[in-house]
């Protein structure tokens, strides 16, 4: 919780190859002054997170922040090995973590959802933070019990293996819901690999982790040096209470400030949604708009304007009934160029979940006939496989409508 003479502390948690990587370009950032050191990498596999540390510009050694757990080398695309892992080193796992997390008042935990480890890991930390089941929470720092905490779920790219979109779609799952159906992460924030990387799939993920990056950046400053300030508290207390927690990053770019055409800007920010979507569908949005400090200073922008403007832009996009807030944040650079932001929250997930349904029935399909043979004590149970799949589609439900 952001109190008056501070500003919003952030940490992040990063689980599994993807998340350490993209974990490791928000660290390489000049402007990451709202994480500081609160930072924990965590891997099943020393070899993977070696790679990530040593290919990465950050400043000073990664390898600080770094923590591997369990007894394996990488958890083969395996979800549920990633939490028995996860489970079997908690205590250790959080030891780590409420060393580095010294009075953090939001949390983002930073995963893809189509492998093992890091989708494994995470949705089962969020859950044991909250409920404090097996931690001894007595033990660890006011941020256990106070900080808000924001899961990032990567999307695989549409053409891998049908066992990757399986593990999406119920790493989505578990990171909106509990197997009791309660909600999971404060927030679920969400980016999809191929919608990202459009223009044909690139040689390395550098693209489209810039990009998640240049999203989150954006968002962690809205905290920091605003007019009106979004505390983080704002991101997930109403979008929460009207069950729309799931979010996706829209963000354009060095947009010219000088003609100030919000509605325009919000438009161009509204055409790079992080993942596929239809904007009217969405219950909750937030803007965020980054302006030179000089422009902010000149009263050329103002929150005043922009909240305005964003009221306009989502009556036109038939937004008017959706939850959320405007925020500027005045930004240390010359020139004209503005950047917007948007979260957009509660939208049907459907255009998303279409690209993974059918190989994650033919996946659901041969795991049947491997239990049929016998059974693989590695597999999914029936039961719950159904938990998580009803969970998931109650939560689109709920939201599609
Ligand atoms: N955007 C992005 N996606 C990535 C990156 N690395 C891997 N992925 C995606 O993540 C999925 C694979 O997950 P990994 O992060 O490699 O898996 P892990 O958490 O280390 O788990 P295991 O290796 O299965 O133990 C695939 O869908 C990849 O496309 C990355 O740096 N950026
Ligand atoms: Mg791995």
Redesign the pocket.
Known sequence: MARADTFTRWGVVA????????AAELLSREENTGIAERVVLL???RA?IRNTVDQSDVDGDLDDYVRVFGDKR??????LE?ERQTESDVQGITNEIDDRMINADAQLFL??????????SVPYLLREYDEQIDVESANYGPWIDDAVRIGVG????YN?PSQ?QFN?MLGLSRLLRRRDGTQNADMTLL?G?SH?DRDGRSES?DR??ER?VAALDMMIGAGRETQSVIDVEDYVAKPSSVGAYHFTPALATELNGKMLEYGLMFDKAAENAYVPMDVSTARAAFAVVRAPERMVERGEVTATEVDRAFDTWKRDNGLSGAVGMTTVTPADRRGNDVDVLLLLGGFDLNPLLDHARDSYEGHKRNLDAARQLGGNEATISQRHLEDLERNLEEYVDANAR
């Open positions: 689980s599994g190859e993807g998340g350490n990587r993209v891997n099943t596999n993977d990488g958890v083969g695309n395996d979800f990633g995963t893809t959802l189509g492998g093992g480890t890091g989708n494994g990567i999307w695989p790219y891998e990757r999406a980016a690999n990202l993920y489209v982790n998640i």
